[in-house]
């Protein structure tokens, strides 16, 4: 399929993380056959990724694989695709946030999708989840505006802003919006709190495990003691979730959490596992904004809480991410009633790319 002339491919930064868009098509129909080939173009197993299109870094090693969708709710299907960096391993088990700001635009320029009079909305199937997204942004004159004055933190400069709306994000993989039937667990001699807004992931407070939640990435990472304690409570965290092992996956995510600094409402660190996230991911930050929200969890307390209808400003290590999400209390336990975020995207190339030879 690739041979001398390559696979058509755009390659995009979407939100704070970058990464190759492909339609179905034009990838092997055999999982394992695609998936091969996908290692081959990012560069992967390598830690610099010297030979791909990779980044050397789990943000910059992402895959979208984009089809028109057979749903009648959705214009198209998203499945994302996670690779390793110096790890040879290619895993759907989780979604992405920040790749999905791409998704409307690549349907677009890939006429999947008819642009709109002035601006366009793409309903996406998030394949990962089975769950609904609406992307919305300008398409003047029939096409994608990438320019525009929003600026997000940890990436430079200003672009044109896509609002993405979730639908039905709460529980979407693990079937419960606190899958262990509660807000507050005990996991590994940790407060915790387990929780799924469309990103499966383990609340806990920084001071609990001795640090200030202020550490810069570089100082998380170089602590192998934090390492092992994080991964003791991620291995035990899984099960409480109803996840099972998940000592080959990327799922769930860990986040510290701290009082806020910087006039925001919560203060994060979040962990990909392994790597320290140099901001936080979209539905990262969502599925924060849903933990701090429920009374009795172990954010709730840290929180400087926004007014009823205003964005939540959850703070990362290169500034802040403003999300707009409402939980309400039930007789059963909390239900999400909104999630949505601004994000950008710019499309960086549009051409071939050249898988390398076979290892």
């Known amino acids: 399929m690739a041979g001398v002339e390559g696979i058509p491919c755009l390659y995009m930064r979407g939100g704070t993380s970058k990464g190759a868009f492909f339609l179905a098509a034009d990838l092997p129909a055999d999982h394992e056959e695609r998936d091969d080939l996908l290692l081959r173009i990012m560069g992967t197993p390598d830690p610099r990724q010297i030979?791909?299109?990779?980044g050397a870094h789990p943000l910059t090693s992402k895959v979208a694989v984009i089809s028109p969708s057979p749903d009648d709710g959705a214009d198209v299907d998203y499945l994302f695709l996670q690779l390793g960096v110096d790890s040879a391993f290619v895993t759907d088990r989780q979604n992405c946030g920040n790749i999905l700001a791409g998704v409307g635009p690549f349907a677009v320029e890939r006429g999947l999708v008819p642009p709109g009079n002035g601006h366009t909305d793409v309903r996406i199937r998030m394949v990962n989840t089975d769950s609904l997204a609406t992307a919305t942004f300008?398409?003047?004159d029939g096409q994608v505006d990438y320019d525009g004055d929003l600026e997000i933190d940890g990436v430079p400069g200003t672009a044109g802003a896509i609002r993405l709306n979730f639908e039905?994000?709460?529980g979407s993989s693990t079937g419960a919006l606190f899958p262990s039937g509660s807000v507050l667990d005990r996991v590994a001699g940790v407060d915790a709190t387990c929780v799924d807004n469309g990103m499966p992931t383990v609340l806990m407070r920084a001071a609990d495990l001795g640090l200030t939640g202020g550490e810069s990435p570089e100082e998380l990472e170089a602590d192998d003691d934090l390492a092992d304690r994080l991964r003791a409570i991620r291995l035990e965290a899984a099960k409480v979730m109803g996840m099972g092992d998940v000592s080959?996956?990327?799922?769930?995510?860990?986040v510290l959490l701290a009082q806020p600094s910087a006039g925001g409402a919560i203060a994060t660190r979040s962990f990909l596992p392994v790597r320290v996230h140099t901001s936080i991911g979209v539905l990262g930050a969502l599925t924060v904004g849903a933990?701090?929200?429920?009374?009795g969890s172990v954010g709730h307390g840290l929180a400087a809480l926004p007014s009823r209808g205003d964005p939540l400003r959850i703070e990362h290590p290169t500034g802040h991410f403003d999300v707009d999400i409402a939980v309400e209390s039930t007789p059963d336990g909390f239900t999400v009633t909104k999630s949505a975020a601004l994000r950008t995207a710019r499309k960086i190339f549009d051409g071939r790319v050249f898988p390398r030879p076979r290892l």
């Open 168 to 170: 039905g994000t709460a």
């Open 248 to 254: 080959d996956a990327t799922v769930p995510k860990l």
């Open 51 to 54: 030979d791909g299109l990779g």
């Open 291 to 295: 933990g701090v929200l429920a009374e």
């Open 138 to 140: 300008a398409t003047p």
